[in-house]
């Protein structure tokens, strides 16, 4: 009777996180634009950004964020607030208004959630077609922040598959990158 019991609550939470989840920006990329502009196309950037971050981050436990490959390296826990900040920087630099300036220290779920948050906005201000945005005014040159805070989150997102993969907790299967999707 109480293993039964245990096992239920663990199928209720793991059903109640995956919903929780579901309502997180990124959990598929968003339909393809359809004009190509340089704003949708830098918003597209941000939004494949997003949809690694949700991913290598989903259902991460705490042995997978504590995780290191060396002595010397990097947690997931210790790269996911890193992560966060770039998704600060990136924000910061392309928002006018409504910047990120949360000094306070986050959860890992807080961290996971303000990353995907602060890509989000971004993203939309960037696609927005209506009142595109100009790129060449943004606060540091746009190219800039492809080369340095975006593709360094990239990267990042990549070392945290690797060690969820190390710690015995694989990169869902069923995520297809190339469509954006889950797999049907």
């Known amino acids: 009777m109480r293993t039964s019991l245990l096992i239920l609550n663990l199928l209720f939470t793991t059903v109640f996180m995956a919903q929780i989840d579901k309502e997180l920006p990124f959990y598929e ?40 490959a060396s ?4 947690t997931s826990a210790e790269t996911i607030p890193h992560i966060y900040g770039l998704s600060k920087f990136i924000r910061n630099s392309i928002l006018v208004d409504n910047k990120d300036e949360n000094k306070t220290e986050l959860s890992f779920k807080e961290q996971r959630k303000q990353t995907l948050l602060n890509l989000k906005l971004v993203s939309d201000v960037l696609r927005d077609t209506k009142t595109p945005y100009n790129l060449e005014n943004s606060e540091i040159p746009f190219w800039n922040i492809i080369n340095g805070p975006i593709e360094d989150a990239l990267w990042h997102c990549g070392q945290i598959v690797m060690l969820r993969r190390a710690s015995g907790n694989p990169f869902n299967s069923d995520v297809n990158l190339f469509r954006g999707s889950l797999k049907k």
């Open 29 to 68: 990329l968003p339909h393809n634009p359809e004009i190509y502009t340089a704003g949708t196309l830098a918003a597209r950037t941000i939004d494949g950004l997003g949809f690694r971050f949700y991913w290598a981050t989903q259902g991460l436990r705490n042995e997978d964020l504590s995780h290191k």
């Open 71 to 74: 002595a010397s390296g990097r």
